[in-house]
């Protein structure tokens, strides 16, 4: 049975320790999101890894996706928020399905930016092209 106490107290100890890093801003300790990248690009072929989120758009004739690596278009406001793909391009669906295929499946993706931005207030760096990459070639 002591053997048992003293566990508690070890393990009530270590659970008050924690607390007091956490409250002395050991929040930086707990687990992090996937760095947000800002390399400014101008377009191009990029890996970006995994895809994070993927929204069917808003009626505005864009689509919206956000990866673990996020690039930057240098007159693009919102770089921070993803990309975007122009919903009315012949390729538009099949580029969706890809995305929403390495979304389910966890495969990272490769993407074509066109080095310009979406219209509008989203205004994000605008995607021609997106494909699943086992293995990053680019």
Same mark, same amino acid.
């Given at each position: 049975?002591?053997? &048992?106490?003293?566990?508690?107290?070890?393990?009530?100890? @270590?659970?008050?320790?924690?607390?007091? +890093?956490?409250?002395?801003?050991?929040?930086?300790?707990? =687990? $992090?999101? =996937?760095?947000?990248? @800002?390399? +400014? +690009?101008?377009?191009?072929? !990029?890996? +970006?890894?995994?895809?994070?989120? &993927?929204? =069917?758009g808003?009626? #505005?004739?864009? !689509? *919206? !996706?956000?990866?673990?690596?996020?690039?930057?278009?240098?007159?693009?406001?919102?770089? %921070?928020?993803?990309?975007? !793909?122009?919903?009315?391009? #012949?390729?538009?669906?099949?580029?969706?399905? %890809?995305?929403?295929?390495?979304?389910?499946?966890?495969?990272?993706? $490769?993407?074509?930016?066109?080095?310009?931005?979406?219209?509008?207030?989203?205004?994000?760096?605008?995607?021609?092209? &997106?494909?699943i %990459?086992?293995?990053? *070639?680019?």
């Amino acid at each position: 049975m002591k053997a &048992v106490d003293n566990k508690v107290r070890d393990i009530a100890r @270590q659970a008050a320790r924690i607390a007091a +890093v956490m409250a002395i801003g050991g929040a930086a300790l707990a =687990p $992090a999101m =996937p760095a947000r990248a @800002q390399q +400014v +690009v101008t377009g191009g072929w !990029f890996n +970006v890894g995994l895809v994070t989120r &993927v929204h =069917p758009g808003d009626g #505005t004739g864009m !689509f *919206y !996706f956000s990866t673990a690596t996020q690039l930057a278009i240098a007159a693009c406001t919102q770089s %921070t928020y993803g990309y975007a !793909f122009a919903d009315g391009s #012949t390729a538009a669906n099949r580029n969706y399905a %890809t995305l929403l295929m390495a979304y389910s499946t966890g495969k990272p993706i $490769a993407i074509h930016l066109t080095g310009g931005c979406s219209p509008g207030a989203a205004n994000r760096p605008l995607v021609d092209t &997106v494909e699943i %990459t086992d293995v990053p *070639y680019y």
